[in-house]
């Protein structure tokens, strides 16, 4: 056992009644700590949730209790009917059991205390890719547990260990491996369970699942699982099913193989390692969500293009109908909305709220509140979009006959921030009852860009503008600077009815995708995409981008040219361009080579996931409309207000601009800082 005891400050439970706390003592040794939403050591007075998953253990007349909130991800242990100097702690092991770190929040019982409980620790270590296991253990004349909890996963009612003869559907993601004739093989079913089979073999012969949380790196606790033995008078035998993702422990990306050995040898020989996976769209959202910092609540390293992860997730789930993730877009959020120094989350400041110099990156941020608003209804992301489409609407000026500039210097304009600055305007109007302010900007906006020259004669945009002449700079055309053109008349077109904007989002859509420039023996293709180069991390995500904003474009119209397309996209990517853990490169014509590898990582699968979720069929039939706007009422003093509420006063009804709690003497008229009429 890994013992490591530490002595923390603790809440006494007396009578059901809370007590004064004892002071804390030192430290006597470093303890183990892991953060998942929550680090180690948080008082269980906040847990949102309390289960009694196993039995309590009596031991010398005392009641040992483990307690779980999987709502959380974290448990505590407590026990009562104790003296003093009886003790609880936890143990927690990362191997299945036959380890662990030991004496987790020790807490002993003190004076004429009859009980006492620790603080809260995490259950498992998804953002380092560990699954965990935890048990309550108590010291009172001798020491005593708990059973582990949750030593199997159990999904839908469906837990490791279930027989394959209730698999639902069988195929097998990678080929069979064979070791002195027999073959081996791995299995999955429409739900993403796995097995393993030995056939052609004898009496004798083991076949078994090894389960990985880190792409095969190594499988603690996920060895040897369902281990069996072919019977006497059988050539052949199979495992029981196990999953390999666990929703409890917010753990995605699981992968298993199949390993077998022969009775006449003592070596055995193992399947590649594969991700099952229900349907191609999970398939790549659960690699994608691997990649997701629990504990920061990002994908580390890139903070506009985290932005559109966090997009692209909340479009799985609105294309799907699942909601497994609504959790990380939540806590993307409140994490990410705070002020950030330079060269955390981004080379700049964030000075809060999502915003920095680079205005497309705040913007980028934006759609994706106003797509978690349409998934959640929450207002509170609606809220922030308006906080940053406000913010970005500071830097629209009359140069070159007016658009956004790109940076807070004032040194380009240019087609994404400009594009992302339609959608955005436009996408608020349809969302704030009664808006004119959106709409008209939303208007604004579009006709420049149109005038602005940056869509060239062949209908392709071009990066941006010359300050010079106020011309097309003729730079590179880039396949998302395509995409957010696509998608900002769209959305104008829901504003206004009118079919102008629709008209011009066809244009741009079938100017791209009847262009070698942007698209190669049929499949969409960056420049930076040819075999002697690479994309850096901004390029690795452009084509998805543009994929967003034709699907939105095929629902809009519903023409089979577009869905015909994606699905072109969706086939060759699954066929050519992902690997046996369902990861996908930066190449979807899967092209490699040595000097310039086809690189694969959360961005490329962010990309690449956006062309099967353009493939799939509109969930609704038709466009899906916005939610309803959050209802206006009475202005009222002493009341929390945010950013885009609405209020009726003496018969006006007003927009909030800034956040505040209302004060008599702040009526709408009266504060134009707080209050726009609309």
């Given at each position: 056992?890994?013992?490591?005891a530490?002595?923390?400050l603790?809440?006494?439970?007396?009578?059901g009644?809370?007590t004064p706390l004892?002071?804390?003592?030192p430290?006597?040794?470093?303890?183990?700590?892991?953060?998942?939403?929550?680090?180690?050591?948080?008082?269980?007075?906040?847990?949102?949730?309390?289960?009694?998953?196993?039995?309590?253990?009596?031991?010398?007349?005392?009641?040992?209790?483990?307690?779980v909130s999987?709502?959380?991800?974290?448990?505590?242990?407590?026990i009562?009917?104790?003296?003093?100097?009886?003790?609880?702690?936890?143990?927690?092991?990362?191997?299945?059991?036959?380890?662990w770190?030991?004496?987790l929040?020790?807490?002993?019982?003190?004076?004429?205390?009859?009980?006492t409980?620790?603080?809260?620790?995490?259950?498992?270590?998804?953002?380092?890719?560990?699954?965990?296991m935890?048990?309550a253990?108590?010291?009172?004349?001798?020491?005593?547990?708990?059973?582990?909890?949750?030593?199997?996963?159990?999904?839908?009612g469906?837990?490791?260990?279930?027989?394959?003869?209730?698999?639902q559907?069988d195929?097998?993601?990678v080929?069979?491996?064979?070791?002195?004739?027999?073959?081996?093989?791995?299995?999955?079913?429409?739900?993403g369970l796995?097995w393993?089979?030995?056939?052609?073999?004898?009496?004798?012969?083991e076949?078994?699942?090894?389960?990985?949380?880190d792409?095969?790196?190594?499988?603690?606790?996920?060895?040897?699982?369902?281990?069996?033995?072919?019977?006497?008078?059988?050539?052949?035998?199979?495992?029981?099913?196990f999953?390999t993702?666990?929703?409890?422990?917010?753990?995605?990306?699981?992968?298993?193989?199949?390993?077998?050995?022969?009775v006449?040898?003592?070596?055995?020989?193992c399947?590649a390692?594969?991700?099952?996976?229900?349907?191609?769209?999970?398939?790549?959202?659960?690699?994608?969500?691997?990649s997701?910092?629990?504990?920061?609540?990002?994908?580390?390293?890139?903070?506009?293009?985290?932005?559109?992860a966090?997009?692209?997730?909340?479009?799985?789930?609105?294309?799907?109908?699942?909601?497994?993730?609504?959790?990380?877009?939540?806590?993307?959020?409140?994490?990410?909305?705070?002020?950030?120094?330079?060269?955390?989350?981004?080379?700049?400041p964030?000075?809060?709220?999502?915003?920095?110099?680079?205005?497309?990156?705040?913007?980028?941020?934006?759609?994706?509140?106003?797509?978690?608003?349409?998934?959640t209804g929450?207002?509170?992301?609606?809220?922030?979009?308006?906080t940053?489409?406000n913010?970005?609407?500071?830097?629209?000026?009359?140069?070159?006959g007016?658009g956004?500039?790109?940076?807070?210097?004032?040194?380009?304009k240019?087609?994404?921030?400009?594009?992302?600055?339609?959608?955005?305007?436009a996408?608020?109007?349809?969302?704030?009852?009664?808006?004119?302010?959106?709409?008209?900007?939303?208007?604004?906006?579009?006709d420049?860009?149109?005038?602005?020259g940056?869509?060239?004669?062949?209908?392709?945009?071009?990066?941006?503008?010359?300050?010079?002449?106020?011309?097309?700079?003729g730079?590179?055309?880039?396949?998302?600077?395509q995409?957010?053109?696509?998608?900002?008349?769209?959305?104008?077109?829901?504003?206004?009815?009118?079919t102008?904007?629709?008209?011009?989002?066809?244009?741009l859509?079938?100017?791209a995708?009847?262009?070698?420039a942007l698209?190669?023996?049929?499949?969409?293709?960056?420049?930076?995409d040819?075999?002697?180069?690479?994309?850096?991390d901004?390029g690795?995500?452009?084509?998805?981008?543009f994929?967003?904003?034709?699907?939105?474009?095929?629902d809009?119209?519903?023409?089979?040219?577009?869905?015909?397309?994606?699905?072109t996209?969706a086939?060759?990517?699954?066929?050519?361009?992902?690997?046996?853990?369902?990861?996908?490169g930066?190449?979807?014509?899967?092209?490699?080579?040595?000097s310039?590898?086809?690189a694969?990582?959360?961005r490329?699968q962010?990309?690449?996931?956006?062309?099967f979720?353009?493939?799939?069929?509109?969930?609704?039939?038709?466009t899906?409309?916005?939610?309803?706007?959050p209802?206006?009422?009475?202005?009222?003093p002493?009341?929390?207000?945010?950013?885009g509420?609405?209020?009726?006063?003496?018969g006006?009804r007003?927009?909030?601009?800034?956040s505040?709690?209302?004060?008599?003497g702040?009526?709408?008229?009266?504060?134009?800082?707080?209050?726009?009429?609309?």
């Open positions: 056992m890994i013992g490591r530490r002595a923390l603790v809440i006494v439970l007396v009578a009644l809370f004892a002071p804390p003592e430290a006597a040794a470093a303890e183990p700590v892991v953060c998942s939403v929550f680090c180690d050591r948080r008082d269980p007075s906040l847990a949102r949730q309390e289960t009694f998953p196993v039995a309590t253990k009596v031991h010398n007349g005392r009641r040992i209790v483990l307690h999987d709502v959380d991800g974290m448990a505590w242990g407590s009562d009917d104790g003296t003093a100097g009886n003790a609880v702690w936890l143990d927690r092991s990362w191997d299945g059991g036959p380890s770190d030991g004496l929040g020790k807490a002993d019982i003190p004076g004429s205390w009859t009980g409980r620790t603080l809260m620790y995490n259950l498992s270590d998804p953002a380092h890719h560990k699954r965990g935890i048990r253990c108590g010291d009172a004349s001798g020491v005593a547990c708990t059973a582990w909890v949750h030593s199997r996963i159990c999904e839908s469906v837990c490791d260990g279930t027989d394959a003869s209730a698999a559907g195929t097998q993601p080929p069979e491996t064979s070791i002195s004739g027999r073959r081996i093989a791995l299995h999955i079913d429409n739900r796995a393993a089979t030995i056939g052609n073999g004898a009496a004798g012969d076949i078994w699942l090894d389960r990985s949380w792409e095969g790196a190594s499988w603690p606790g996920g060895s040897s699982l369902g281990r069996v033995s072919t019977p006497a008078g059988s050539t052949s035998t199979r495992t029981t099913m999953h993702r666990d929703a409890t422990s917010r753990l995605d990306g699981g992968a298993v193989r199949a390993c077998g050995r022969a006449t040898g003592a070596s055995g020989s399947t390692w594969a991700r099952p996976t229900a349907n191609r769209a999970a398939a790549v959202a659960n690699a994608l969500m691997w997701y910092r629990t504990d920061e609540a990002w994908w580390r390293s890139s903070w506009w293009n985290s932005a559109v966090v997009h692209t997730v909340v479009d799985y789930m609105q294309r799907t109908g699942r909601r497994d993730y609504v959790w990380a877009v939540d806590r993307a959020f409140e994490v990410n909305k705070a002020a950030f120094p330079a060269g955390t989350r981004s080379s700049d964030l000075p809060g709220n999502f915003v920095s110099r680079a205005i497309d990156d705040g913007q980028w941020w934006g759609l994706a509140w106003i797509a978690a608003y349409d998934l929450d207002s509170k992301y609606l809220n922030m979009a308006v940053i489409a913010y970005t609407a500071n830097y629209w000026d009359g140069t070159c007016g956004v500039w790109w940076d807070g210097e004032r040194t380009y240019n087609a994404v921030t400009n594009g992302q600055y339609v959608r955005l305007t996408a608020l109007h349809n969302r704030l009852s009664g808006d004119t302010t959106w709409h008209n900007r939303a208007v604004a906006a579009w420049w860009f149109e005038r602005s940056m869509i060239n004669s062949s209908g392709l945009v071009n990066d941006g503008i010359n300050l010079t002449t106020c011309t097309n700079n730079q590179q055309v880039h396949t998302y600077n995409g957010l053109a696509i998608g900002g008349p769209v959305e104008l077109w829901r504003a206004t009815g009118q102008r904007y629709l008209d011009a989002a066809r244009r859509a079938d100017a995708i009847n262009s070698s698209v190669k023996d049929g499949v969409l293709t960056e420049s930076c040819a075999i002697d180069r690479t994309c850096d901004n690795k995500q452009f084509k998805g981008i994929m967003r904003y034709l699907m939105d474009l095929a809009a119209t519903d023409a089979a040219s577009y869905r015909s397309f994606a699905q996209q086939d060759t990517i699954w066929r050519s361009d992902r690997d046996s853990l369902n990861k996908l930066q190449r979807w014509s899967g092209q490699d080579s040595s310039q590898p086809n694969r990582d959360w490329t962010a990309s690449g996931m956006s062309a979720l353009a493939a799939l069929p509109n969930p609704d039939g038709s899906p409309p916005p939610p309803p706007p209802s206006d009422g009475a202005w009222e002493y009341r929390g207000y945010n950013v509420d609405l209020v009726t006063y003496s006006r007003y927009q909030c601009r800034q505040h709690t209302s004060l008599p702040w009526e709408p008229p009266n504060v134009p800082a707080l209050w726009q009429p609309i």
